[in-house]
């Protein structure tokens, strides 16, 4: 009998289980059915004709009269492009081009993707500027005499001074640097903001090569944060504004993917720094060359950022509309295409422009329902991408390898492969990201992630030897396996696309302000927990953080994949108290059916709107998000 079949079968002669089931999943679907949001399209109700000459009265008001019959089919595609194979006043052609972008979602102007290429490179510095470090520990330490492995009873305040000079540069985000952003992005835009945080990158990792004590080192990373800070929160927001909504988390996540690249290259730096030696008046000139060495992929940066289009979204909202559409047309395949999406964009503002009070814009994150569980879940994700573990490994795993056998070359080596791996398992997360989704990530690797961080802290019980650093290394490798194509890419990502575009600067600034600041706390923190907690206890404190994530993000944290800005903001308007007890609900039965494969009835859908989120399909991939 066929799989269909069987389901028929079952559902008449349903079991006392089923009708259980069914009834809690009847009680789920009465209390959410009266509150589930229902946000209006902007253009939603308009007749066809007086939209076709809206459109056209857009084009003229904003300087692209020339351009007046593809805005009014623009305008027309916008109200619902979902319908476009209906629509007499489309040619063909018009047709063809819009089928072509759901059929064939990666094909794209080359601009769409030198532009992925610039926020790679940007994320390469971003790696490079975190993982430098890594190496640079074993001996910059013991030079400036904060070894934490003194024997001289100086060891555990050792442990707090080299743990405040790797955190210096999050400190600074979190302070300073991150709330730079949103000053930055209105003054010079996306593009400008990233050329001056790449500036203040180069400038400070030629900085650090040339320190001569702990506190000049710490000096010169904490303005690090000013070229950190800026560049996180501006690049995948740049890229969200940028990318058709079926490939957004793809191409945003190309971030986290490629930061994972650079700290990889950080650990190539380290290797290929580590046996120069010192010259006349210069001691240390091994870790001066790996600081210093992140400081090149910045220079690349900066000569590319100019040549990309600015983000259309950040042109519309200063009044700059043939600028918006030029930069549209270098992002789209056809004119019909830019059309649309600048309409829809201009639509959008002015549709939360009714929402923005003129208050100020930070309290609105946590005062508006819509904002404060986009600030919500944003926190939840970012927080959780450092109390996971990752960054304790990537900043300090040359010292936990050497600390379980190994020697300096082979921990060095040790955790360039962390830093392979962490770059190529990110790589399957490009195609996930949009298709299992940002939410279904997180909890199949977060358990996953507790397991083998547990693994690792055991291992060392086991005598020292080969046993235990097959077992600490095969940990630490599992880890970064589950952690790289879920918690990995998915905050920033998660957070570029979650807030509407009237606070979308403040609250990416927020986010990742929070997520630098709870990276300063892990990395300032970690050498005195490993010196006072052991590794065991270490890693057991993270493991356990990890099974705290995975409730979180059950009960917070809602999908966004592939979804237009009129959708997420659907999915943010279901009340949080409804959001968690649907997902407690839902949790026992995928239980059921995805891992004992039971057959069990369909969950009614928490969100509905009609031709998008519940029904049985999405938004196409050029309708612009």
């Known amino acids: ?19 259980n089931e069914k009834r809690e999943i009847a009680h789920v679907d009465n209390v959410t059915s009266d509150i589930n949001a229902r946000l209006a399209n902007p253009l939603e109700g308009i007749p066809r004709d007086q939209l076709m000459a809206d459109g056209a009265a857009f084009a003229r008001e904003h300087g ?143 900085w650090q090569g040339v320190t001569n004590s702990w506190p000049h080192l710490f000096v010169a990373r904490f303005f690090l944060g000013i070229g950190v800070g800026p560049k996180s929160a501006t690049v995948p927001v740049y890229a969200a504004e940028c ?16 930061t994972a690249f650079g700290i990889m290259l950080g650990y190539v730096s380290d290797l290929i720094f580590y046996h120069v030696t010192d010259k006349p008046h210069i001691t240390g000139l091994r870790w001066r060359l790996m600081l210093g060495s992140a400081g090149i992929p910045a220079l690349f940066l900066m000569a590319q950022v100019l040549f990309c289009p600015e983000s259309p979204r950040w042109l519309v909202s200063k009044g700059r509309y043939d600028q918006a559409y030029a930069s549209l047309m270098r992002l789209r395949r056809h004119p019909i295409q830019a059309a649309r999406d600048l309409y829809y964009i201009h639509v959008y503002i002015e549709a939360e422009k009714e929402i923005d009070s003129g208050h100020n814009r930070f309290f609105e994150l946590f005062t ?22 990752v960054n304790v490994i990537a900043y300090y795993s040359s010292s ?97 696309e979650a807030f509407p575009l009237y606070v979308r600067d403040i609250g990416m600034s927020y986010a990742t302000a929070l997520l630098w600041f709870f990276n300063f706390v ?28 995975f409730v979180l993000i059950l009960l917070f944290v809602p999908e966004t994949k592939a979804l237009t800005l009129e959708e997420l903001d659907q999915v943010f308007s279901v009340p949080t108290g409804t959001h968690a007890t649907y997902q407690l609900k839902a949790l026992p039965h995928n239980i059921k059916k995805y891992i004992f494969r039971m057959k069990v009835g369909p969950l009614p859908p928490l969100y509905r ?17």
């Not at 065991?536 to 993270?542: L, M, P, S, T, V």
């Not at 989120?613 to 196409?620: Q, R, S, V």
Request: hydrophobic share 45%; proline share 6%.
């Open 64 to 206: 692209l009269g020339h351009l007046e019959k593809e805005f009014a089919k623009g305008a027309l595609v916008a109200q619902d492009p979902t319908v476009f194979e209906t629509l007499e006043e489309l040619s063909d052609d018009d047709k063809a081009i819009l089928r072509r972008e759901i059929t064939h979602r990666w094909d794209h102007p080359a601009t769409l993707y030198y532009l992925v290429i610039l926020c790679s490179v940007a994320a390469c510095v971003q790696g490079m500027d975190e993982a430098v470090i890594n190496g640079a520990n074993l001996f910059f330490a013991p030079q400036f005499h904060i070894d934490p492995n003194a024997t001289d009873g100086s060891g555990g305040r050792n442990q707090w001074l080299l743990g405040l000079v790797n955190s210096a540069p999050y400190l600074c985000c979190a302070v300073l640097g991150c709330w730079l952003t949103e000053p930055l992005n209105r003054v010079f835009g996306r593009r400008g903001t990233i050329f001056i945080s790449a500036f203040f990158s180069f400038a400070t990792c030629i």
């Open 368 to 389: 508006v329902p819509r904002n404060r569980r986009a600030t919500l879940a944003s926190s939840i994700v970012m927080f959780m991408q450092q109390f996971c573990g």
């Open 400 to 496: 936990i390898f050497a600390q379980s056998g190994f020697s300096q070359i082979n921990a060095l080596l040790a955790s360039w492969g962390f830093g392979m791996l962490n770059f190529l398992m990110a790589l399957p997360a490009v195609y996930t990201i949009d298709t299992f989704g940002r939410r279904n990530l997180l909890l199949t690797t977060f358990p996953l992630m507790s397991l083998f961080l547990l693994m690792t802290g055991f291992a060392f019980w086991i005598p020292e030897g080969n046993g235990r650093l097959a077992v600490v290394a095969l940990g630490i490798y599992l880890f970064c396996c589950v952690y790289s194509p879920g918690e990995g890419p998915v905050p920033f990502t998660y957070s570029a």
């Open 522 to 549: 892990v990395a300032i923190t970690f050498p005195r927990l490993l010196g006072a907690f052991r590794p065991q206890g270490a890693f057991g404190w993270y493991a356990a953080w990890n099974i705290v994530g």
């Open 609 to 625: 709107h009609e031709g998008a989120i519940g029904g049985k399909h999405h938004a196409p991939a050029g309708f612009m998000a």
């Open 243 to 258: 990318a058709p909504p079926a490939i957004r988390g793809a191409l945003v996540m190309m971030w986290q993917t490629w």
């Open 1 to 19: 009998m066929s799989a269909s079949g069987s389901i028929e079968k079952h559902e008449k002669e349903p079991t006392p289980s089923i009708q």
